[in-house]
């Protein structure tokens, strides 16, 4: 089984920063991709910074420029460097991770740390 466990989520005021972390656990074979992605009240859930095999990032328009996703490979971790937080950046941050286990290629989220931007 694989976990992905979340942290560094809270409260910031508008033009701060917070950076999140991920750990991925269990049988991982290989990381396709790892990411972050974020769902706002009455929103769909979206992608916003992804890391293809490693070394290759996309971001979506709406946060490029800001957003810095980054990772340590030998501690299964991703990260997301959050700059010029806007208010409406305010969401439940998920992790997301597709990768070859011992069951096959699969896809999982974490269980979401809430971002809040407000003074």
């Known amino acids: 089984q694989v976990q992905l466990v979340e942290s560094g989520g809270g409260l910031v005021q508008p033009g701060g920063s917070l950076r999140l972390s991920c750990a991925a656990s269990?049988?991982?074979?290989?990381?396709?991709?790892m990411g972050w992605g974020r769902q706002a009240p009455g929103k769909e859930r979206e992608l916003v910074a992804t890391l293809i095999s490693g070394d290759m990032s996309n971001y979506a328009d709406s946060v490029k420029g800001r957003f810095t996703i980054s990772r340590d490979a030998a501690k299964n971790t991703v990260y997301l460097q959050m700059n010029s937080l806007k208010p409406e950046d305010t969401a439940v941050y998920y992790c997301y991770t597709d990768i070859s286990t011992n069951i096959g290629r699969r896809s999982y989220w974490g269980q979401g740390t809430q971002v809040t931007i407000s003074s």
């Open positions: 269990g049988n991982i074979f290989h990381f396709y991709t």
